[in-house]
């Protein structure tokens, strides 16, 4: 979807000024809201592209003013709502007003380091040939979906080449929807500068992307 969280290629947010020797975790309250938003994730109630359509949704205003782990936590309350496992009464109030809803599985502390080194893959078998090979002039689908899309806005009707295939993946568009899978290939797409910037571009670079193939049309 088109929101605050696509913010590629815009201009006036200022420059990026990174912060020398940065903690992992500014405040203690950043360290608990990353660990509700694994825990919850753990459980099996929404995907990892369902939980990330859920902090884009936020409205512009709030995302643009919110921290990081305010971002999750915003988008954690509203799963929570969602998915019938709190009530904003609840969130409001902060505790439980009514029997807990059961949830598939519960993440124990003890279990939580192999879980995390065992991550989620996403790679699934392919059921059919890759359309595209390294080297293929591909451009990119020019459309502005409702939901939520891997596909940035600057990278949308651009010509690019592909540089590595990467196999088959879980396709967040209808993942995050609760659609299914649909697993998709995967390419590394290279695109000039200038094609995605124009004429002011810096001369000679370029960015590689990670597009699935329905993003993706012959050139």
């Given at each position: 979807?088109n929101g605050?969280?696509?913010?590629?290629?815009?201009?006036?947010?200022?420059a990026?000024?990174?912060?020398?020797?940065?903690?992992?975790?500014h405040?203690?309250?950043?360290k608990?809201a990353?660990?509700l938003?694994?825990a919850?994730g753990a459980t099996?109630s929404?995907?990892?592209?369902?939980?990330?359509?859920a902090?884009?949704?936020?409205?512009?205003?709030?995302?643009?003013s919110?921290?990081y782990?305010?971002?999750?936590?915003a988008?954690l309350?509203?799963?929570l709502?969602?998915?019938?496992?709190?009530?904003?009464?609840e969130?409001?109030a902060?505790?439980?007003?009514?029997?807990?809803?059961?949830?598939?599985?519960?993440?124990?502390?003890?279990d939580?380091?192999?879980?995390l080194?065992?991550?989620?893959p996403?790679?699934?078998?392919?059921?059919?040939?890759?359309?595209?090979?390294?080297?293929?002039?591909?451009?990119?689908?020019?459309?502005?979906?409702?939901?939520?899309?891997r596909?940035?806005?600057?990278?949308?009707?651009?010509?690019?080449?592909?540089?590595r295939?990467q196999?088959?993946?879980?396709?967040p568009?209808?993942?995050?929807?609760g659609?299914?899978?649909a697993?998709?290939?995967?390419?590394a797409?290279?695109?000039?500068?200038?094609d995605l910037?124009?004429?002011?571009?810096?001369?000679?670079?370029?960015?590689?992307?990670?597009?699935?193939?329905?993003?993706?049309?012959?050139?």
């Open positions: 979807m605050a969280q696509d913010l590629g290629g815009q201009h006036g947010f200022g990026i000024a990174p912060e020398v020797d940065e903690p992992l975790f405040a203690a309250w950043e608990r990353l660990a938003t694994l919850m099996g929404w995907s990892i592209d369902t939980s990330r359509h902090r884009e949704r936020m409205p512009p205003a709030d995302y643009l919110s921290s782990y305010e971002i999750w936590i988008g309350e509203r799963l709502v969602e998915q019938g496992l709190a009530t904003a009464e969130i409001a902060g505790r439980v007003l009514a029997p807990a809803k059961p949830v598939k599985r519960v993440l124990a502390a003890a939580v380091p192999a879980v080194a065992r991550g989620g996403t790679e699934r078998p392919a059921t059919k040939p890759a359309r595209f090979s390294v080297g293929d002039a591909v451009v990119t689908r020019l459309a502005n979906p409702h939901g939520h899309t596909l940035p806005r600057y990278l949308r009707g651009r010509p690019g080449v592909i540089e295939v196999g088959v993946h879980v396709y568009d209808t993942n995050a929807h659609a299914g899978e697993p998709a290939w995967l390419y797409v290279r695109f000039a500068a200038e910037w124009g004429a002011d571009a810096e001369p000679a670079t370029a960015i590689v992307a990670d597009l699935f193939e329905p993003y993706l049309r012959p050139r």
